[in-house]
């Protein structure tokens, strides 16, 4: 008698964990990546959630998977927002756009030029397959057309979607570009979008618990002497990224708590290493954006970044394990030339003392 009840009581149970668990604002990195193609790193894209109202900002390449991974459906997104429109940040936007159209739910697209520009031609573009699409269930545009509104920025302002207020500021990149601060239930979160040093972004960022920030000048593993956070970025070349003097001086005049890199350019990010130019202006806590992350992060998080210390302790061999975790593809405990790649590829043979072909714990130490 009781047990067809079960059912319902675990849909219950289990729905209210779920709101329990937005009842606090997050982000979650859907994309930690750059333009450069990286099975890894999804392009750009955060997705910022609170109760009910769940707010995508950037959609690079790689963006629709992870939301697939996270079970996020076009229908549970309330905006679309852009820091700017370099293609790796709105890559995607064209599928979910329409996607989330279909889905017939009320949302918002919001960023700066040329964001009308975008929506305009994405509608005209697949005027036929939209109305194809919508034919399906007996729709025509007109019953969606008012579903979504869109909103070019300029300059600083603030509104509302669903339960999260939002404040923007223009910042320096090589086109108009935003930073977004999302401020919920007491918490604050920072996007900073792509940029050079810009006074803007501190104002904004004043006091957050959280600042996700470009990487610009974070050290790969490997390369810690050949430069240092400063050195970056001077010269004649366009300055469209902060180096990470920069990027620490703007989180210590925000005062933020936690500071997260993203934007990654490669995997083996020299934590150890750029942590410390980082904690020349900046003494908060910092950490590495990876896919799926998500902040504020929670006690015995299996994504809880390795704590610096712990990885100064392995400074011996310091990544053979997070190697062999991405190369290891037949997973023997050792790297085979053919599953070896970039750097590691080229000095194959002057870490493979014995020759046999193979990579092992002991001579990836010694090849330092
Ligand atoms: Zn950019």
Same mark, same amino acid.
């Given at each position: 008698?009781?047990?067809?009840?079960?059912?319902?009581?675990?849909?219950?149970?289990s729905?209210?964990?779920?709101?329990?668990?937005?009842?606090?604002?997050?982000?979650?990195?859907?994309?930690?990546?750059?333009?450069?193609y990286n099975?890894?790193?999804?392009?750009?894209?955060?997705?910022?959630?609170?109760k009910?109202?769940?707010?995508?900002v950037?959609?690079?390449?790689?963006?629709?998977?992870?939301?697939?991974?996270?079970?996020v459906?076009?229908?549970?997104l309330?905006?679309?927002l852009?820091?700017?429109h370099?293609? !790796?940040?709105?890559?995607?936007? #064209? *599928?979910?756009?329409i996607?989330?159209?279909l889905? =017939?739910?009320? +949302?918002?697209v919001? @960023?700066?030029r040329?964001t009308?520009d975008?929506?305009?031609?994405?509608?005209s573009n697949?005027?036929?397959?939209?109305?194809y699409?919508?034919?399906?269930?007996?729709?025509t545009?007109?019953?969606?057309?008012n579903?979504f509104?869109?909103?070019?920025l300029?300059?600083n302002?603030?509104?509302?979607?669903? !339960?999260?207020e939002?404040?923007c #500021? *223009?910042v320096?990149h090589?086109?108009?570009?935003? =930073?977004y601060r +999302?401020?919920?239930g @007491?918490?604050?979160?920072?996007?900073s979008?792509?940029?050079?040093y810009?006074?803007?972004l501190?104002a904004l960022?004043?006091?957050?618990?959280?600042?996700?920030?470009d990487?610009?000048?974070?050290?790969?593993?490997?390369k810690?002497?050949?430069?240092?956070?400063?050195?970056?970025?001077r010269?004649?070349k366009e300055?469209?990224?902060?180096?990470?003097?920069?990027s620490?001086r703007m989180a210590?005049? =925000?005062q933020?708590?936690?500071?997260?890199?993203?934007h990654l350019?490669?995997?083996?990010?020299?934590?150890v290493?750029?942590?410390?130019?980082?904690k020349?202006?900046?003494?908060g806590?910092?950490?590495?954006?990876?896919d799926?992350?998500?902040?504020?992060?929670?006690?015995?998080?299996?994504?809880?970044?390795t704590?610096?210390?712990?990885k100064?302790?392995?400074?011996?061999?310091?990544?053979?394990?997070?190697?062999?975790?991405?190369?290891?593809?037949?997973k023997?405990?050792?790297?085979?030339?053919t599953?070896s790649?970039?750097?590691?590829?080229?000095n194959?043979?002057?870490?493979d003392a014995?020759?046999?072909?193979?990579?092992?714990e002991?001579e990836?130490?010694?090849?330092?």
């Open positions: 008698m009781m047990t067809k009840y079960i059912p319902i009581l675990i849909f219950c149970l729905f209210q964990l779920f709101s329990q668990s937005q009842n606090e604002l997050k982000a979650t990195i859907i994309g930690s990546g750059s333009p450069k099975t890894e790193r999804a392009g750009p894209s955060v997705l910022m959630s609170y009910n109202t769940n707010i995508l950037d959609m690079g390449n790689g963006t629709q998977g992870n939301l697939d991974k996270l079970q459906k076009s229908k549970d309330d905006a679309l852009f820091t700017h370099h293609l !790796d940040h709105n890559e995607e936007f #064209t *599928p979910i756009f996607k989330t159209l889905a =017939a739910g009320q +949302f918002k919001v @960023g700066p040329p009308t975008l929506v305009n031609s994405v509608l697949y005027e036929e397959d939209i109305a699409r919508l034919s399906k269930k007996q729709r545009f007109s019953d969606v057309a579903n509104t869109v909103n070019e300029e300059g302002q603030s509104f509302t979607i669903g !339960d999260i939002i404040s #500021t *223009p320096n090589t086109i108009a570009t935003m =930073a +999302f401020d919920a @007491g918490k604050s979160i920072v996007i979008g792509d940029l050079s810009s006074e803007s501190p960022a004043k006091q957050a618990e959280y600042l996700i920030i990487s610009g000048g974070a050290i790969e593993e490997g810690a002497n050949n430069r240092t956070g400063k050195s970056k970025n010269g004649n300055h469209a990224h902060v180096n990470l003097d920069e620490s210590n005049e =925000a933020v708590k936690n500071l997260v890199l993203t350019n490669f995997n083996n990010v020299d934590e290493a750029t942590s410390k130019a980082l020349e202006n900046y003494s806590s910092i950490f590495y954006a990876e799926l992350m998500t902040f504020p992060k929670a006690e015995n998080n299996t994504n809880t970044p704590q610096i210390t712990k100064a302790k392995n400074s011996q061999a310091p990544n053979f394990e997070k190697m062999l975790k991405r190369l290891d593809t037949n023997d405990g050792k790297i085979a030339i599953e790649k970039g750097k590691l590829k080229e194959f043979d002057k870490r014995n020759k046999d072909g193979f990579i092992t002991n990836f130490g010694r090849g330092k």
